[in-house]
């Protein structure tokens, strides 16, 4: 008899879970919750959206290794890959609103003096490659560690994602400073891990010998 | 007491019952062209896509009105910028409610014959308030269309005599952290308190400026600057500093709060120009509020007849 599997339930339920954000700008769209500058306001919550799920996602190793609860690791695929839908609505709502598809604008736009632009785009090119290998097949092709390596790149998207925020507010700071300060130490986490980890590696050798 | 109401609206003609409804156009013209998109479609670039506004009642318009549609009251009171009252654009309205425009106090001081503390009715005793429905371009390239009452500032600078020396006049907004909950902070200051703007004598005295102490032929709501607000349509909305206390005459140009900020953002002038970008994006166009696509913006916001020769010689790129 098959075992009772619980993550059958669990899945679908983080999946919707992380369609909320999603439900609640439509929502607002279509009931007039929205600001007289509706469209502005579509851009902007995807924008703080993607930049929650990318500090979520990150938050998932920290987390497992704080309370043991490994199994964690079968979220953050799903939960990166909201990271990336939320992005690419995101970027979606420049070109299209913004710009209304004006490619030389947008590249003007980018490249003369717009660096909140540039960052904000390639923090978007940095996750292209991490959704495309999502899937398990593309992890046994580049095999485990390179595919590890790879999607490391999620560090700088979202450092690029925080300094693009930075760079678009007028004076009020305050916010993105506190997406850097959790960012940071989401990072330094991860480097104090990997510190105590070569220790006890370099301890346990010095042992063998 | 003034009298806010210009003799010759009755509010039947401005009410904004039916431009209210314009936000339901919004949301039904939002929801076809997601539809569309959504369909695979691609919206030609630069096509007006609402165009549903109800047609505001006729009036005969005066000579610096502009015949566009307004915006509804709805949306004028409800997104702006106030950063007293917090950053973001609905915070004015959500944290103004318990502000008190009256009793009003303003401090006139510097190089004029009349300083002296006046009270708001005194201040403005004896001149009349005007109706003036004026372009209203932010900085951040979102711009709306705001019937305005009030005094031509003209005619409050000419009231208080400044003297021949005085070359420039500044206004300060009111410092009230028991009222304003940006002011109680001491972490991530946004600003310098008080908030800070000035003009040029003859930019002051120009026809356009405006002390505004209504809209919609109400007084002015608190979330915009209640009781006394200063609006230059031909200049970035910045520009218009809210609940005027203080009123100085100069010889030195004043260094104003976003100036003080950011100089290489935000200048003295703050003229709108099409030509000249903001360092983190193009002034060349702007979203009209209500409408989908933007539009372009126009050389001082479309005031060019009565502001330019005032301008005239000088580099606009240096003097942003």
Known sequence: MPKFNRWWILKPVVFFACLVPTAWLLFDTFTGGLSANPLEDIRDRTGIWTLRFLMITLAVTPFRRITG??????????LGLFGFFYAFVHLATYVWLDQYFDFAEI???MFLKRPFIITGFISFLLLVPLAITSTRKWIARLGGSRWQMLHRLIYLGAAAGVLHYYLRVKADIERPVAYAAVLTILLLFRGWHTLQRRRSQSAAEMKAV | MLIQRASDIPSSEITSENLYHNRREFIKTASAVLGIAA???IIPGGAPVVGAFAEPQAKKPGA?????????LEDITTYNNYYEFGIDKSDPAKNSRNFKPKPWTVKVEGMCSKPGTYSFDDLLKGLTVEDRIYRMRC????????PWQGIPLADVIKKLEPTSSAKYVEFKTLVDPNQYPEQRRSFFKVLDWPYFEGLRMDEATNPLALFATGIYGKPLPNQNGAPLRLVTPWKYGFKGVKAIVNIRFTDKQPVNTWQQQAAQEYGFYANVNPNVDHPRWTQARERRIGEFFKRPTQMFNGYGEQVAQMYAGMDLRKNY
């Not at chain 1, 609860?69 to 799903?78: C, G």
């Not at chain 2, 610096?64 to 509804?72: A, F, H, Q, V």
């Open chain 1, 69 to 78: 609860w490994s199994s964690l690791i079968r979220f953050r695929r799903m």
């Open chain 1, 107 to 109: 590249l003007k736009d």
């Open chain 2, 39 to 41: 369909a695979g479609t």
């Open chain 2, 64 to 72: 610096y009105d502009t015949t566009e549609k307004p915006t509804p």
């Open chain 2, 139 to 146: 900085v951040e390239a979102w711009s709306m269309v705001i």
